[in-house]
């Protein structure tokens, strides 16, 4: 548990990581900039900006307007600029000792929102892929998808990528033709850098194409790595494996044929090297079906196991057989670190998988593991434990009880004689607390501190009456939030907010308060109502979230405008928080968490 400190500001009382915590705290993956954000109202301009996990104690900022300064700050990281004009560019530099710090990189203009009612808001203009004809004669369309970002240039500020969904989009279930898959990157001025075509032979839907953004080796620039299949065509014109292979069946699966990852290059989406894919399809029925829904499901992240550098995880299978490869990316080359396989004999992972995956360093040895659903894989690639659950739709990982020591693990569950839902201890799979099962399937459900007046985490899921503790169970309120989806820090307080669909709210024990509701954008994925990302992406410590608009022309950036007493490092600086923003758009997208509580 990461002991907090109190301090007064104002009369307002915050929770601060302390001082020696903050100096610590190693640097995060990415070497980030300032982030630099002005969101301008009608009272002038309020400039906010990332503290570094490297930024020494009592560290303070010079903040200049257009190269000229106008003040030198310290707490949290803000600074209103009354009256200034909304074309003004704004820069910060770091004060130690009384001598200011060069910029920490090269991109360091601040970015301009422009402030609404209850957010500021920034487009980011897109270039809608052209439709097309499936073989049967079904015309199609795309639409703006799950996002990631990474810093693919180098200079300190993120970029987009972005997945274009065809209308005909098939969960695996479905039989029937898809369009082609599309991934493009954009800088944040809507730039377009790249764009990425999986090819006939890569099947459009949720559980088809999980890809990984990061810098796996070590340039400070990040690369793109995904599944592709012949035809795949990189951001340059190279094409992988067989251009005018076909290896649809007439019912649109895709069970013949090479299965590759590839890693591309950021800056301009080349194709840097390509493997085979494992773990391999083999006999289509040894997953659990024979027409082709089991064998792909897959999932995907990014783990640093080795506990100084990040690898890619890219698993396959849940409900029956499990497989989980770790592969590095060093010196321009794929390299399997290894493979862990559940078999078919019902043990170890075998059916325990879940419709997502987090990675935590769950026994604080400094090496991140792969928390499956029900089951966690060892960072050497062997199963550390299973609970014998089964697989679920929604997990969340982190310190959700923070009077004990470690991490915990809060899963649903889709088997009707398992518990509705579970708490578990992350490292060793005890558990904490088990609901009674409902004899159904519980396809929803959160764990996050979203209410003042229990300590830690709370948790709810679809099919349970109440608010409960995380670290007990016990109901702490009889009326749970209004959404059971994605969570956010929003309002500037230590509490999460709900997010849900296009709007976030504040829960309340009387009723949750609406505090955004997005106009001219939508959700993604149906149902699941999920934003294309949410992310602590820029400006101070709190999250924001990309939404398409709903013509598809845009990726509209949500921003708060609300004040905060809270001085911590970017959440992006923590490395766990970091690789969930990674894994964020596998499979049933969950919100991310960090490896600590607010």
Known sequence: MRTLVIALVG?????????????????????????????????GNRVSWRLLADDPPGVRFNVYRDGVKVAEVGGPTTYQDRGAPANARYSVRAVVGGVERPAVSSAEESLTFDAGIAAATRDVPLQIPPGGTTPSGEGYTYSANDASVGDLDGDGQYE?????????????????????VYLDAYKLNGTRMWRIDLGRNIRAGAHYTQFQVFDYDGDNRAEIAVKTADGTRSGTGQVIGNANADHRNSSGYILSGPEFLSVFRGTDGAMLDTENYVPARGNVADWGDNYGNRVDRFLAGTAYVDGSRPSIIMARGYYTRSVVSAWDFRDGQLTRRWTYDSGNGNTGAYGQGNHNLSVADVDADGKDEIVYGSATINDNGTLMYRTGFGHGDAMHVGDLVPSRSGLEVFTVHESKTAPSMDVHDARTGQVIYRAPTCGCDTGRGVAADVWSGNPGAEIWSSTDGGLRSAATGAQVASRKPGSMNFVVWWDGDAQRELLDGTHIDKYGTGGDTRLLTASGVR?????????????DILGDWREEVIWPTTDNRALRIYSTTDSTGISRPSLMQDRQYRVAVAWQNTAYNQPPHPSFAM
């Open 523 to 535: 959700s993604n994925n149906g149902t699941k109502a999920t934003p294309a990302l949410s992310a």
């Open 160 to 180: 987009i990528i972005l997945k274009w969904d065809p209308s005909n989009a098939k969960d695996n279930s479905q039989s029937g033709y898809t369009g082609n």
């Open 11 to 43: 009369a307002l009382t915050v929770a601060l990581a302390p001082a020696a915590v903050m100096a610590a705290e190693a640097p995060g993956p990415d070497k980030l900039g300032r982030g630099v954000l002005n969101i301008h109202g009608a009272e």
